[in-house]
Nanobody, 124 residues
Framework: QVQLVESGGGLVQAGASLKLSCAAS??????????MGWFRQAPGKEREFVAG????????NYADSVKGRFTISRDNAKNTVYVQMNSLKPEDTAVYYC???????????????WGQGTQVTVSS
């Protein structure tokens, strides 16, 4: 059974940084073949794409709202994907989810597996 567990969320002030992690289990030897994505959902809003990374890290995609501030990366040896979030803004406040899909990275929500989410709150 595939499990994605996010960690690293918290309450920070505007301008601060956070690094979220997502550890995958159950994919075992297949993690390195999965594209990974980060999404977020703010209260009263739809879930939106934040960043995605291909199986080997060669391709990354970002939402316009986070370009230049967020960096997605992965460590296939640790079955873990990260998102480094710098210069955080109050509008970045949301529950952040990681997701996995076999094949190529996509900015849509067409991912097969989802984590439970971690809360990020940015105060002004």
């Amino acid at each position: 059974q595939v499990q994605l567990v996010e960690s690293g969320g918290g309450l920070v002030q505007a301008g601060a940084s956070l690094k979220l992690s997502c550890a995958a289990s159950g994919l075992a030897f297949a993690f390195s073949t999965y594209a990974m994505g980060w999404f977020r959902q703010a209260p009263g809003k739809e879930r939106e794409f934040v960043a995605g990374i291909s199986w080997n890290g060669a391709i990354t995609n970002y939402a316009d709202s986070v370009k230049g501030r967020f960096t997605i990366s992965r460590d296939n040896a640790k079955n873990t994907v990260y998102v480094q979030m710098n210069s955080l803004k109050p509008e970045d406040t949301a529950v952040y989810y990681c997701a996995a899909r076999p094949g190529g990275v996509t900015t849509t929500s067409r991912y097969d597996y989802w984590g439970q989410g971690t809360q990020v709150t940015v105060s002004s």
